[in-house]
């Protein structure tokens, strides 16, 4: 079976340009999630979707930074305009979500360096 | 808030040499706890979950415990393959969609 895929796996931009991350979830997994992880920070968790709806975006950085889920089988994150702090590696995972505990399985990272 | 913390941060082993990871955390209503290996350039992959204190899970030289308050992540006779880093997160009991909280890991070296 196919895991989590995302898209791009390394991106370098400029600062100021508009950057879309892509991610495809695992078939039939009904919860989305992006982390990003920073060597100081550690993974963090950046908003989560449950059947496409947003539920938790507080730990989204600043209006810069966005996430759409159009579909079960496709999310967006875009940083619009990009800065250099937005340097990190950035997780797209998925879940069957249940009630007796969902593992949160993740994506290879999307690396996003902004010069 | 929920919080995770491990240690030691970084940790080097000899082959062989056996040791365990602490994991302490703090959680309104534990759904889980979860147990991540991460490669250098990869993603976390998951390892384990534990539900309630006094659980415990193996897989082949690792074994997960559980209590109250902390795991533990025992590695027995480590091989230069394990090395990498291990996470722990936890999951809260609020609804079905719940986020993980991860502490920020601990690097593993193994050497010959």
């Known amino acids: 079976d196919a895991g989590v895929i995302q898209s791009p796996r390394h991106e370098v931009t400029e600062m100021g340009q508009e950057v879309t991350l892509r991610c495809k979830p695992i078939?039939?997994?009904?919860?989305l999630f992006w982390y990003r992880q920073t060597m100081m920070r550690g993974l963090e968790l950046l908003i989560y979707f449950n059947n496409n709806v947003p539920i938790d975006d507080s730990g989204m950085p600043e209006d810069r930074f966005s996430a759409k889920m159009p579909n079960a089988s496709f999310s967006t994150l875009k940083i619009q305009p990009s800065e250099p702090r937005d340097s990190a590696v950035y997780f797209c995972?998925?879940?069957?979500?249940?009630?007796?505990?969902?593992?949160?399985?993740f994506g290879e990272g999307s690396w996003l360096t902004v010069v | 808030e929920d919080q995770v913390t491990q240690s030691p941060e970084a940790l080097r082993l000899q082959e062989g040499e056996s040791s365990s990871l602490n994991c302490s955390y703090t959680?309104?209503?534990?759904?889980?706890l979860f147990w991540y290996r991460q490669d250098p350039g990869k993603g976390p992959e998951f390892l384990f979950t534990l539900y309630s204190a006094g659980e415990e899970k193996e897989k082949e030289r690792l074994k997960a415990t559980l209590t109250k308050k902390e795991s533990f992540l025992h590695i027995t006779a480590p091989k230069p393959e394990d090395s990498a880093t291990y996470l722990c997160?936890?999951?809260?009991?609020?609804?079905?969609?719940?986020?993980?909280?991860f502490g920020t890991g601990t690097r593993l070296q193994v050497t010959l």
């Open positions: 078939s039939g997994h009904n919860s």
């Open positions: 997160a936890v999951q809260a009991n609020t609804g079905t969609a719940s986020k993980l909280t």
């Open positions: 959680v309104s209503g534990l759904r889980g």
């Open positions: 995972a998925s879940s069957l979500g249940s009630t007796s505990g969902n593992t949160i399985y």
